[in-house]
């Protein structure tokens, strides 16, 4: 869902509009991933575009989520459609906008492999993480750090 | 190390992703100046640039730096920037353009207070099928003179 490429002086025209996309966010709920998924080559080629403007930002709401992998701990979130913003001029660089008000969504099953995690050798096996109740993942050494973010989890 | 997710109706899933942990042992940053205090917080400026530097040590090669400005809070909602330099540049810039359009968005007045981390390691963005999953990866402490949560202000 493109919302606009635009200069930084012309964002409060379209906030009005970005907040009547969270609404619909909350009132379509699930049938945003596919909306989005129809968009198709005039979306990206919009993306994609740069009039010389470094200032111009691309502005869409997409379904969201980070994932933080640390040497003794995992967490991630997950958002059906959160307000991205990128800058043609910043290729590393992303921002991200939630409401607050929306809870997390589930991402299915997530599957960490490799050796960094839980240093040194890493873990036997992939680990799998399910999401909690309140549709974070969580996975720690420390147990009781696990257990507790377990029942702290909110946003 | 890899990850990846099944997916749901709202939130396509992951696909296979390859992340890199970093050979260098610890990296110094010159610029921000973090406060020394825990009970200091450092100052942000939305009108201007977050330059970060640091200096060249073996083991770059590859290595990304992972900055989070999150937590960026407002009447309006809840914002954050998510950058991945590669380590090798030596420098990094949070642009104003998207200081500035957080601010816009999340309505912030005054001082907004935000938390930065930065981790040295590897940092992807995937956008494929429109979706913005950011995957950071990094010790939480250790490999840099920059504590693993820093508390901010942001000037609006």
Known sequence: ?155 | MTIQSTGSITNPALPLTTLHSAKASFVQFLTPVIPSSVSETLIVQSTQPLEFTWQKVPGLEGVRIAVSLWDIGGIGGIGEIRCGFPAEDLHGTLPKSLLQAVKTFVSGVGLSGAILRVLVGDRKEVKENGVSYVIELGPDACCSNIPIDVGVNIQF
């Open chain 1, 1 to 155: 869902m493109t919302l606009a490429i635009m200069n930084r002086n012309q964002i409060w025209k379209v906030v009005g509009v970005v907040l009547l996309g969270c609404g619909l966010q909350l009132f379509c709920g699930s049938q945003l991933y596919a909306q989005q998924a129809d968009l198709g080559a005039a979306d990206r080629d919009a993306l994609t575009h740069d009039d010389d403007q470094g200032d111009d930002l691309h502005i869409r709401i997409e379904p969201t989520g980070t994932i933080e992998i640390y040497n003794d701990f995992i967490n991630a979130y997950f958002s059906v459609g959160d307000i991205v913003i990128r800058s043609p001029g910043s290729p590393h660089c992303v921002a991200r906008i939630t409401n607050g008000l929306l809870p997390f969504s589930s991402a299915g099953q997530i599957t960490v492999g490799g050796s960094f995690f839980g240093q040194p050798g890493g873990p036997p096996a992939p680990i799998t993480i399910d999401n909690t109740f309140f549709n974070q993942y969580i996975y720690s050494l420390v147990p009781r750090l696990s257990s507790s973010l377990w029942g702290a989890a909110s946003r």
